[in-house]
Nanobody, 125 residues
């Protein structure tokens, strides 16, 4: 079992930045690929970014360049640095852990075994 707890969300003005953190406890954090997803009201949960055990990263195309995913295995934590935020980035952001490390599985919700409870990000215009 892996428990995931997100933090760092909040209210920010357009153009601002936030860094989300996701702390993991339980089985060896380094053995999981990690991902970030988001879900806006009335919309499906969508892929934001993922990082494999090796540190290789993947992003949804529209966010690459503004968002950066990273991990610190010593701290059992994955981060999502979000810059140049826009009102359309408003959503609940979730982190997730995947025992499968293959890229094909990491961009969909079904590829993940454990989920956090989410943290709200609101970007005002």
């Amino acid at each position: 079992q892996v428990q995931l707890v997100e933090s760092g969300g909040g209210l920010v003005q357009a153009g601002g930045s936030l860094r989300l953190s996701c702390a993991a406890s339980g089985r060896a954090f380094s053995s999981y690929a990690m991902g970030w997803f988001r879900q806006a009201p009335g919309k499906e949960r969508e892929f934001v970014a993922a990082i494999r055990r090796s540190g290789v990263t993947y992003y949804t195309g529209s966010l690459k360049g503004r968002f950066t995913i990273s991990r610190d295995n010593a701290k059992n934590t994955v981060y999502l640095q979000m810059n140049s935020l826009k009102p359309e980035d408003t959503a609940v952001y979730y982190c997730a852990a995947a025992s499968r490390n293959e890229p094909a599985y990491l961009s969909g919700t079904r590829g993940y075994d454990y989920w956090g409870q989410g943290t709200q990000v609101t970007v005002s215009s």
